[in-house]
């Protein structure tokens, strides 16, 4: 199955200073097919997107994109920075850039013209399931996609968060089913309480509310994988590789 490592595993470290260009390396050398890169953690878009393309391609990475922003804003509207992101995303090389929905229930636009200025044949756009009632619901999700499919972007898909779940109420092992015909990258990590009653991403796939092997049972095998939960440091990156690895 294909690997991907998103940056957020390596939180701790870019909280001091370390830059996604230098982490490029330490993806490779941990094994993994691809690094998703987060679009919050770049300081100098002028120097550290060419930097991390140039890496990746040496090292044959694939590059993701993730971009904390919605496709329609809270008026329905077309998000104005789309272009902007997609730009960024051909500077970085990358193959997919995940968003968050936003208010698709009040977009009144035209879909084939609003999405039809993207570079979709280049970038592949994927929507994800986030922590929010707006863009956090299976339905809400079902509904732009099949909208999106309806006005010939078959091309759009959608990242499965597993933890995400945990956040927003709903039941994941519901969700799968009925997102999987879009579904065509999953991030996995587990959630749980903390003793304070709290919500919390773990840092350990087997630990957590979710039984991530039964659910992603119910989903598309063929499709890019990615760990998404920050770790202690490379060697317990390494066992949860080796967790999700074992389990194929």
Same mark, same amino acid.
């Given at each position: ?9 390596f939180e /701790?470290? $870019? ?11 330490? $993806? ?20 550290? !997107? ?10 044959? !990475?694939?590059?993701?994109y993730s $971009?904390?922003? $919605? ?15 997609? +730009? ?18 009040k977009y ?9 200025? *993207? ?46 779940? +945990?956040?927003?109420?709903?039941? +994941?092992?519901?969700?799968? /089913? ?9 991030? !996995?990590?587990?959630?749980? *309480? ?12 087997? /630990? ?17 994988? +990615? ?22």
């Open positions: 199955m294909t690997l991907i490592l998103n940056t957020w595993i /701790k470290d $870019v909280q001091n200073g370390t830059s996604q260009v230098e982490l490029v390396d330490r $993806v490779q050398q941990l094994g993994a097919v691809g690094i998703e890169v987060r679009r919050e953690y770049f300081n100098d878009f002028t120097t550290e !997107l060419p930097a991390v393309a140039k890496r990746a391609q040496e090292a044959g !990475l694939i590059v993701n $971009v904390p922003d $919605v496709l329609f804003e809270e008026d329905g509207t077309i998000n104005p920075r789309l272009e902007q992101y997609f +730009a960024e995303g051909k500077k970085l090389g990358i193959s997919k850039i995940k968003f968050n929905t936003g208010h698709f229930e009144r636009g035209d879909l084939k013209t609003d999405l039809g200025k *993207l570079p979709l044949a280049e970038i592949k756009l994927n929507v994800e399931n986030d922590q929010t009632p707006t863009s956090g619901t299976p339905d809400a999700i079902a509904a732009f996609l099949t909208a999106a499919r309806q006005s010939g972007f078959n091309s759009i898909g959608y990242v499965y968060d597993l933890g995400n779940w +945990a956040f927003t109420g709903f039941d +994941a092992i519901t969700a799968a /089913k009925q997102l999987a015909p879009f579904c065509d990258y999953i991030h !996995l990590k587990n959630s749980m *309480l903390d003793p304070a009653g709290k919500m919390t991403t773990t840092d350990d796939l087997s /630990k957590g509310m979710f039984n991530w092997q039964i659910v992603v049972s119910y989903l598309p095998k063929d499709v890019q994988f +990615a760990l998404e939960y920050p770790m202690a440091d490379d060697q317990q990156v390494a066992a949860q590789i080796k967790l999700f690895e074992g389990a194929q």
